[in-house]
C-alpha cells in the first residue's frame, strides 16, 4: 500500500477516490496508458452498486440516444453533448469489445452477452489486475488537500497523487441515510455543488386506496403535472372540467407498478425528477394515469359503448374487470360511487360512463417520494461548468471529477451507465495524457 512519503516525485501517479463504474473506467483507461493508479473505495469491494443495475443484467447503454431527451443537468447548452461526441455509444461497445466483453441488443437496450451483470463487473476486476492497479478497499476519505500534489487523508492513512479522480457516486440505492461524502470533498475543495437529491426513485400518493392496489402491475400512460404551490388540488378529474393550466407537463409510458404507498415502475421512474424538484419547492404534483393508452380517444368510444352494451345484465364488475385488474376496477367503481353488485343498465349508464372516463384520466396527488436508498441514481452534484471538457476542475489542475459527481442524471435505459463511462473514459485518459 502506498502511503505518504512512499510515492516518488515525477512517477505520474493518479489517485481514484471510488471504484464504481466511473472509477472502475478511469482506472482502466488511465493504467492502459501507462499511468500508476490507485482506488480508494468506501466499500469492502469495488463495483458493488454495478451487480443491481438492469435487474442484475446490466443495461449498460441504449442505442436510441438522444442527450437533449435522455439527460437533465443544468449545464451550459453543448457542453454535455460534446462529452458523447468524445466519447459515446459506439466508442463504449468498441471499448468492451477490443478487451473481451461482447454485448447484446433488445429494442435498442445493450447488455452484456451473457445477461449477467456479474461478467461486466468481472471484465473490469480483471482488467485491474491485469493493469495493476492497485484497489484499497473500506477506506474512508476524511479530507483532502491541494498543495503541489494532491495530499488524501483516510482513515488508513495518508497518500499522495499527482493528480486526483473524485469518482465517489452518491448514496443513490444504498443501504445508508444518504452520506454525500463526496459531495462535502468537493465542497471543501471549492467546488459549486447543486444540492443533491433522488431521481428515479417510486412516488407517495395521498389516496388511502393505494392500499388496495399494492402488487398490482399494468401498462399505463402517466402524465406528470407540475402546479404553482398556492393552488388547490382535486382528487377526481372529468374530461369536461376546466382546470388550471400546469407549469410544466411530463409523459411517460410503460408498465407502472402500483405500490401501498404510491406509484413506481419505468414510467414513474421517468418522470420523477422533475416531481422531487416541484415538492422540495413546496409545488402541487399531480399524477393522472390513462389505464388504457393504447386506444385512440375515438376508438375509445367505441369500445366503451360496445362494452356497455355487451354486459347489459351483468354486474359493473364484471363490466370493468373485461378492461382492467379487478383491483383497478374496484377502486374506480368506489370512485363513481357504484357497488360491484350493481347491474349494467340505464340506471347505472352515467357512473358507468364517468368509470370509463376515469380509466383514461385517473388523478392522484403525489405528495412524496422515497428516500435517496430507494433512488437508481442521484440528481444534482457538482456544476457540470466547473470542468472541461476532459473533466479537468478548471481552476484546480490535476483535478478531475466523473460519475455521479457531476450534475448530471439520465432516464432509465443504460443512461446513467453510459454517462460512467463517459465520464471515465475522459477523466482517465485526461490523466494519462498529463504525462506526455
Given at each position: 500500500?502506498?502511503?505518504?512519503?512512499?510515492?516518488?516525485?515525477?512517477?505520474?501517479?493518479?489517485?481514484?477516490?471510488?471504484?464504481?463504474?466511473?472509477?472502475?473506467?478511469?482506472?482502466?483507461?488511465?493504467?492502459?496508458?501507462?499511468?500508476?493508479?490507485?482506488?480508494?473505495?468506501?466499500?469492502?469491494?469495488?463495483?458493488?452498486?454495478?451487480?443491481?443495475?438492469?435487474?442484475?443484467?446490466?443495461?449498460?447503454?441504449?442505442?436510441?440516444?438522444?442527450?437533449?431527451?435522455?439527460?437533465?443537468?443544468?449545464?451550459?447548452?453543448?457542453?454535455?453533448?460534446?462529452?458523447?461526441?468524445?466519447?459515446?455509444?459506439?466508442?463504449?461497445?468498441?471499448?468492451?469489445?477490443?478487451?473481451?466483453?461482447?454485448?447484446?441488443?433488445?429494442?435498442?437496450?445493450?447488455?452484456?452477452?451473457?445477461?449477467?451483470?456479474?461478467?461486466?463487473?468481472?471484465?473490469?476486476?480483471?482488467?485491474?489486475?491485469?493493469?495493476?492497479?492497485?484497489?484499497?478497499?473500506?477506506?474512508?476519505?476524511?479530507n483532502i488537500r491541494k498543495q503541489k500534489r494532491f495530499l488524501v487523508?483516510?482513515?488508513?492513512?495518508?497518500?499522495?497523487?499527482?493528480?486526483?479522480?473524485?469518482?465517489?457516486?452518491?448514496?443513490?440505492?444504498?443501504?445508508?441515510?444518504?452520506?454525500?461524502?463526496?459531495?462535502?470533498?468537493?465542497?471543501?475543495?471549492?467546488?459549486?455543488?447543486?444540492?443533491?437529491?433522488?431521481?428515479?426513485?417510486p412516488l407517495c400518493c395521498r389516496e388511502p386506496f393505494f392500499k388496495?392496489?399494492?402488487?398490482?402491475?399494468?401498462?399505463?400512460?402517466?402524465?406528470?403535472?407540475?402546479?404553482?404551490?398556492?393552488?388547490?388540488?382535486?382528487?377526481?378529474?372529468?374530461?369536461?372540467?376546466?382546470?388550471?393550466?400546469?407549469?410544466?407537463?411530463?409523459?411517460?409510458?410503460?408498465?407502472?407498478?402500483?405500490?401501498?404507498?404510491?406509484?413506481?415502475?419505468?414510467?414513474?421512474?421517468?418522470?420523477?425528477?422533475?416531481?422531487?424538484?416541484?415538492?422540495?419547492?413546496?409545488?402541487?404534483?399531480?399524477?393522472?394515469?390513462?389505464?388504457?393508452?393504447?386506444?385512440?380517444?375515438?376508438?375509445?368510444?367505441?369500445?366503451?359503448?360496445?362494452?356497455?352494451?355487451?354486459?347489459?345484465?351483468?354486474?359493473?364488475?364484471?363490466?370493468?374487470?373485461?378492461?382492467?385488474?379487478?383491483?383497478?376496477?374496484?377502486?374506480?367503481?368506489?370512485?363513481?360511487?357504484?357497488?360491484?353488485?350493481?347491474?349494467?343498465?340505464?340506471?347505472?349508464?352515467?357512473?358507468?360512463?364517468?368509470?370509463?372516463?376515469?380509466?383514461?384520466?385517473?388523478?392522484?396527488?403525489?405528495?412524496?417520494?422515497?428516500?435517496?436508498?430507494?433512488?437508481?441514481?442521484?440528481?444534482?452534484?457538482?456544476?457540470?461548468?466547473?470542468?472541461?471538457?476532459?473533466?479537468?476542475?478548471?481552476?484546480?489542475?490535476?483535478?478531475?471529477?466523473?460519475?455521479?459527481?457531476?450534475?448530471?442524471?439520465?432516464?432509465?435505459?443504460?443512461?446513467?451507465?453510459?454517462?460512467?463511462?463517459?465520464?471515465?473514459?475522459?477523466?482517465?485518459?485526461?490523466?494519462?495524457?498529463?504525462?506526455?
Amino acid at each position: 500500500m502506498q502511503r505518504l512519503g512512499d510515492m516518488g516525485v515525477g512517477m505520474g501517479n493518479t489517485g481514484i477516490i471510488g471504484g464504481g463504474a466511473s472509477g472502475m473506467m478511469a482506472a482502466v483507461v488511465a493504467a492502459s496508458a501507462g499511468e500508476k493508479v490507485t482506488i480508494l473505495e468506501r466499500q469492502d469491494r469495488i463495483g458493488k452498486k454495478l451487480l443491481a443495475t438492469g435487474n442484475g443484467r446490466c443495461n449498460l447503454s441504449n442505442r436510441d440516444f438522444c442527450v437533449e431527451r435522455d439527460y437533465r443537468s443544468q449545464a451550459p447548452a453543448g457542453q454535455l453533448a460534446a462529452c458523447f461526441s468524445a466519447f459515446g455509444v459506439e466508442e463504449t461497445l468498441s471499448f468492451f469489445r477490443e478487451r473481451g466483453l461482447l454485448t447484446r441488443e433488445k429494442n435498442g437496450y445493450l447488455y452484456p452477452r451473457s445477461l449477467q451483470a456479474s461478467a461486466v463487473l468481472d471484465f473490469f476486476r480483471g482488467e485491474l489486475d491485469r493493469l495493476a492497479v492497485r484497489v484499497v478497499c473500506s477506506c474512508t476519505v476524511t479530507n483532502i488537500r491541494k498543495q503541489k500534489r494532491f495530499l488524501v487523508m483516510t482513515d488508513q492513512g495518508e497518500y499522495v497523487f499527482d493528480r486526483l479522480i473524485l469518482a465517489c457516486g452518491s448514496a443513490a440505492g444504498t443501504n445508508v441515510k444518504a452520506k454525500l461524502g463526496g459531495f462535502a470533498l468537493a465542497k471543501g475543495l471549492g467546488l459549486s455543488v447543486h444540492e443533491p437529491f433522488p431521481s428515479l426513485v417510486p412516488l407517495c400518493c395521498r389516496e388511502p386506496f393505494f392500499k388496495q392496489l399494492a402488487g398490482v402491475r399494468c401498462l399505463a400512460r402517466v402524465s406528470l403535472g407540475i402546479y404553482p404551490a398556492h393552488a388547490a388540488g382535486k382528487r377526481t378529474i372529468s374530461p369536461t372540467e376546466h382546470r388550471e393550466m400546469p407549469e410544466s407537463v411530463h409523459v411517460e409510458e410503460g408498465e407502472l407498478q402500483l405500490t401501498e404507498y404510491g406509484i413506481s415502475g419505468i414510467p414513474v421512474f421517468q418522470c420523477s425528477r422533475y416531481a422531487v424538484s416541484a415538492l422540495t419547492e413546496k409545488k402541487r404534483v399531480e399524477a393522472v394515469i390513462d389505464f388504457l393508452p393504447e386506444y385512440e380517444q375515438n376508438e375509445w368510444e367505441t369500445v366503451c359503448q360496445k362494452q356497455y352494451e355487451g354486459c347489459l345484465g351483468k354486474s359493473v364488475l364484471l363490466l370493468g374487470s373485461g378492461l382492467l385488474h379487478k383491483k383497478i376496477v374496484q377502486v374506480l367503481l368506489s370512485c363513481c360511487g357504484l357497488k360491484p353488485d350493481e347491474i349494467v343498465g340505464e340506471r347505472t349508464r352515467k357512473r358507468i360512463f364517468s368509470m370509463f372516463a376515469q380509466m383514461r384520466a385517473f388523478l392522484v396527488q403525489v405528495t412524496g417520494y422515497k428516500p435517496m436508498e430507494n433512488a437508481q441514481v442521484c440528481a444534482g452534484g457538482v456544476a457540470l461548468s466547473e470542468v472541461d471538457g476532459h473533466m479537468e476542475v478548471r481552476k484546480t489542475p490535476g483535478l478531475f471529477l466523473c460519475g455521479e459527481m457531476l450534475d448530471v442524471d439520465g432516464r432509465c435505459g443504460g443512461y446513467n451507465l453510459q454517462w460512467a463511462w463517459t465520464s471515465g473514459y475522459l477523466a482517465g485518459n485526461a490523466t494519462a495524457g498529463r504525462n506526455l
